[in-house]
C-alpha cells in the first residue's frame, strides 16, 4: 500500500497544480561543478574522512585530509585503458601523467560533470589514484566482448563513452566564464577567509569542459539521443512488494508533465504554474546526535489569490505553507535542479561556511542570501514547476524528507532529454537575429555588470557616509549641551580654546544660575525657556543621529545586500551563451546548400529556443529587479527622512507659544546625555558589510595574517575586523 501524501506537501501541490513527485532510495551524489568537487564525491562514496570543497554544513570542521587515497587501497575497478595522452593539474586532483595504452582501473565512473575516479598503473610500475575524463579512456571488457562494435550510451549514464568534440567548436579547455569583474570593497560577515574559488577564479568553474557538452546540448544536436516523454497512465497500480514499489516509482520519477518545458513566440517561456513568493525566516540552532549544530531556517511559500491586488479586506491572508530546511537540503536541492534543467541559468548558491557560521550577523545574511536564491528560483518560469522543488517547498516531514530526496540524487543528468522534450512554434528562430541577439545581449551584460559592480562600491560608502552624519549629528548635540552647561567635551575637535581657558571657564562661576538657566541673573525667565528649549533640540539631535546608524547597519544594508541580486549576470549567463554560440556554429553547417540537414538544423533551433527564452528571461527579471531596487531605495530613504522630519517639526515647536512660555514654569532638569560628554560616542563599531556573491573576486591574504586569525579564533580573541 503507498503511504498517503503528506499534508502539507498535498497543499503545496494543490496551491501549484501539479503532478505528486514519486521517490526512490539509490543516493548518488553530485558535489559539484568542478574536479576538486568531483573527487571529494568520489572520497565521501569510498569512506574516505574528508569535507574538500563541501557544500554542506553537515561535516564537522576539523578534519585530517594529509592521506585522502588510505580508504581506496582495497577498492577493486573495472579494467580499463586510456585513448589519449592526459596530463592533468595535481591541485585538481587529476592524474598528472597519462600516456595512450596505459592500463586503469575505474574505480567509480560517474562522480559529476563527465570525470571518473581511476587507478593509473604506469609503465615504471607507479601507481596513481586521480580524476580522469570519461571520455579519455574505455573498459577493456567491452572490448573483449564486441571487438568491432561501438556501443551507444546507455539510458542511464548518458554522455558516459563519447568521444572528444571537435576542437574547432568546443576545444578542451575552452574557458566557460568571463572574466574576472571588478574587486569590490572587502567584504566578511563572520568568514575566515575567502574561498580558492573566489580569491583567484572571481568565480569561475574548474570545468575544464564546454556547457555545450556537458549540458547535452552537443549531444542533442549532432546524435538527437533523448528520450520524449510519453503521457504517464491514468491509473498506475503500485506493488505491495516493497522492492518492485521502488522500481516503479524510479522508473517513473522525472516522466512527468513537469518535464515539458514549452517556448512561445518570441522566444519566451510558457509558464505552467502561478508565481508565488517565498520567505525564509526564523533561523534556529540545533544540535543532533549524529552530526555537529547547524542552523535551520523556516521557508514559507506564499500563494496569492488572483484577485489579491483587488482585496480590500484587511484580515486578508494568502495561503501559506512553511517548512524548515538546513542548508544541506539547499545543496540537495541546488544539485538536483541543475542537473535535470541543464539548460536554465540557474542562480548560484551561496559559499559552505567554513568557519563563524553561528555569528549572529552571518546567519542574517545567509538567511537573506538563502530567501534571494529561492526568489530567482519561483521567479523563474521553468524552474518553478520543477518536481525536486515542491518536494523542498512542501515536505514538512524529516523522516519523509531523508527517505525520499535521494531519488533527487539518484536521478542522471537530463542531458540531451532535457531538450528533447522542449516544444516550441516551427520557424520560431532567425539565424541572423539569433546571432545579433547574442553579441549585443553579451556587450550589455558586461555593462550591467560593471555598472552594478560599482554601484555596489559605491553604495558601501553610502552606508558609511551616513555613520559619518551620525557622528557629525551626535557632536552637534554634545557641543550644544556643553555649551548651555559648561561642560567641556572630552574628545572634541579644535574648538580654538586652549586647556587653560576651558579649567579656568569650568571653574567660574556665574554660567549658569540656580535654576540651570544659560545665564548669569538668578531667576531669568527668558533665559530659562531659552536654555530648555536649546537642551530639547540637543536630545532631538541625538535621536537623530541614532537615526542615520540604525539606517547604515539595517535599512541600508538591506539594500546593499539586494544589490548581489543583479550583479554578475555576464558570469551567471555565460554558459547559456557559449551553448547558444556553439548551436549557431552547428546551425550554419546544416544549412550550407548542398550539404543540408534538416533534422540536425531541426535539433540546433530547439537548442537556439532555449537559449532565447533564457535571454528573453533576463531581460523580464532585469526590468523587474531593478523598478524594484529603485522603488525600495526611495521607499526607504523617504520614510527615513520622513522621520527626522518629524522629529525636527517636533523640536521646532517647543519655540512656539504656548509650548515655549510653559519652559519658564520650572526648573531645568540635567539632560540624560550630560553624563556622556566626558566619555561622547563618537567612534561608533564597523558597520556589517554584505557576505560577498559566489561571483566574486577577493583579494588573497598573506598567509600570516591568515594563521594569526586562525589562532585568534581558536583562542577566542577578536582577530578579525569589519570594514
Not at 534543467?341 to 555569528?359: C, D, M, S, T, V
Not at 555649551?483 to 587653560?500: C, D, F, M, V, Y
Request: glycine share 6%; proline share 7%.
Amino acid at each position: 500500500m503507498s503511504k498517503p501524501p503528506l499534508s502539507s506537501l498535498t497543499a503545496f501541490l494543490n496551491a501549484l497544480s501539479l503532478l505528486s513527485s514519486s521517490t526512490t532510495k539509490n543516493p548518488d551524489f553530485d558535489a559539484g561543478l568542478n574536479t576538486s568537487s568531483a573527487w571529494t564525491e568520489a572520497a565521501r562514496n569510498s569512506r574516505i574522512s574528508t569535507n574538500i570543497n563541501s557544500l554542506s554544513d553537515e561535516e564537522s570542521e576539523d578534519g585530517d585530509h594529509s592521506d585522502d587515497n588510505a580508504g581506496l587501497d582495497g577498492v577493486i575497478g573495472r579494467s580499463a585503458r586510456a585513448l589519449y595522452a592526459f596530463e592533468g593539474k595535481p591541485e585538481f586532483r587529476e592524474l598528472t601523467s597519462v600516456q595512450a595504452g596505459d592500463e586503469l582501473e575505474v574505480l567509480k565512473e560517474e562522480v559529476g560533470d563527465g570525470w571518473s575516479l581511476v587507478r593509473c598503473f604506469a609503465v615504471d610500475d607507479r601507481r596513481e589514484i586521480g580524476l580522469l575524463p570519461r571520455s579519455y579512456y574505455t573498459f577493456t571488457a567491452d572490448f573483449a566482448q564486441a571487438p568491432d562494435l561501438e556501443l551507444p550510451p546507455s539510458p542511464n549514464r548518458l554522455r558516459s563513452q563519447r568521444e572528444a568534440s571537435q576542437s574547432s567548436i568546443t576545444p578542451r579547455g575552452s574557458p566557460s566564464r568571463t572574466p574576472e569583474p571588478r574587486p569590490i570593497v572587502p567584504q566578511n560577515t563572520g568568514e575566515w577567509f575567502p574561498s580558492f574559488r573566489r580569491s583567484l577564479l572571481g568565480g569561475k568553474s574548474f570545468n575544464r569542459f564546454s556547457s555545450f557538452v556537458t549540458s547535452g546540448a552537443e549531444e542533442w544536436v549532432l546524435q538527437g539521443s533523448g528520450e520524449e516523454i510519453s503521457p504517464a497512465p491514468s491509473h498506475v497500480r503500485d506493488s505491495t512488494t516493497s522492492s518492485m514499489g521502488q522500481d516503479s516509482e524510479s522508473s517513473r520519477i522525472g516522466q512527468g508533465e513537469a518535464d515539458r518545458h514549452f517556448v512561445e513566440a518570441g522566444p519566451t517561456w510558457k509558464s505552467k504554474s502561478p508565481p508565488f513568493r517565498i520567505l525564509v525566516h526564523s533561523p534556529s540552532k540545533r544540535t543532533s546526535m549524529l552530526s555537529s549544530t547547524y542552523t535551520v531556517y523556516a521557508v514559507t511559500s506564499l500563494f496569492d489569490s488572483d484577485d489579491v491586488s483587488g482585496n480590500d479586506d484587511p484580515l486578508y491572508s494568502p495561503v501559506r505553507i512553511t517548512v524548515h530546511r538546513r542548508f544541506s537540503h539547499f545543496v540537495v536541492l541546488h544539485t538536483a535542479l541543475s542537473r535535470r534543467l541543464p539548460g536554465i541559468a540557474l542562480p548560484p548558491l551561496p559559499e559552505k561556511q567554513y568557519a563563524g557560521r553561528f555569528n549572529d550577523d552571518f546567519i542574517e545574511a545567509r538567511r537573506g542570501d538563502l530567501e534571494r536564491y529561492l526568489g530567482r528560483v519561483v521567479r523563474h518560469p521553468v524552474a518553478r514547476y520543477a518536481e525536486v522543488l515542491t518536494f523542498f517547498l512542501g515536505c514538512e516531514s524529516d523522516n519523509e524528507w531523508k527517505s525520499q530526496y535521494q531519488i533527487y540524487l539518484s536521478l542522471p543528468p537530463a542531458g540531451p532529454s532535457f531538450y528533447a522534450n522542449v516544444y516550441h512554434p516551427a520557424f520560431n528562430i532567425d539565424a541572423d537575429d539569433a546571432n545579433e541577439t547574442i553579441d549585443k545581449f553579451v556587450t550589455h551584460t558586461k555593462a550591467v555588470g560593471r555598472g552594478v559592480q560599482g554601484l555596489r562600491n559605491v553604495y558601501g560608502a553610502i552606508r558609511q557616509a551616513s555613520i559619518e552624519m551620525s557622528k557629525a549629528q551626535r557632536l552637534l548635540s554634545y557641543s550644544l549641551l556643553s555649551l548651555i552647561t559648561s561642560k567641556p567635551l572630552a574628545s572634541a575637535p579644535t574648538t580654538g580654546i586652549s586647556e587653560e581657558d576651558e579649567e579656568e571657564s569650568s571653574k567660574a562661576k556665574g554660567h549658569i544660575n540656580e535654576d540651570g538657566a544659560w545665564c548669569w541673573r538668578e531667576g531669568c525667565e527668558e533665559c530659562l525657556k531659552m536654555t530648555k528649549g536649546m537642551q530639547k533640540t540637543s536630545e532631538v539631535l541625538q535621536t537623530i543621529a541614532d537615526l542615520y546608524d540604525n539606517h547604515a547597519r539595517h535599512s541600508q544594508l538591506v539594500t546593499h545586500e539586494s544589490l548581489k541580486s543583479v550583479a554578475h549576470p555576464s558570469t551567471l549567463y555565460a554558459d547559456v551563451v557559449e551553448t547558444h554560440r556553439s548551436t549557431l556554429s552547428r546551425y550554419k553547417e546544416a544549412t550550407i546548400r548542398g550539404s543540408e540537414d534538416e533534422d540536425m538544423a531541426a535539433r540546433c533551433e530547439t537548442v537556439l529556443n532555449t537559449t532565447m527564452a533564457e535571454i528573453d528571461t533576463y531581460h523580464t527579471q532585469k526590468c523587474e529587479d531593478f523598478t524594484n531596487l529603485t522603488m525600495d531605495i526611495l521607499d526607504d530613504e523617504i520614510a527615513f527622512y520622513e522621520q527626522i522630519m518629524s522629529r525636527l517639526k517636533n523640536a521646532r515647536r517647543t519655540f512656539d507659544q504656548p509650548q515655549y512660555d510653559k519652559l519658564g514654569t520650572s526648573p531645568r532638569q540635567p539632560s540624560i546625555y550630560e553624563r556622556e560628554l566626558e566619555h561622547p560616542r563618537l567612534e561608533p563599531p564597523p558597520i556589517t558589510q554584505p557576505c560577498p556573491h559566489v561571483f566574486d573576486s577577493a583579494p588573497m591574504r598573506p598567509v600570516s595574517v591568515a594563521i594569526q586569525e586562525g589562532v585568534g579564533m581558536l583562542l577566542g580573541s577578536p582577530t578579525r575586523q569589519s570594514y
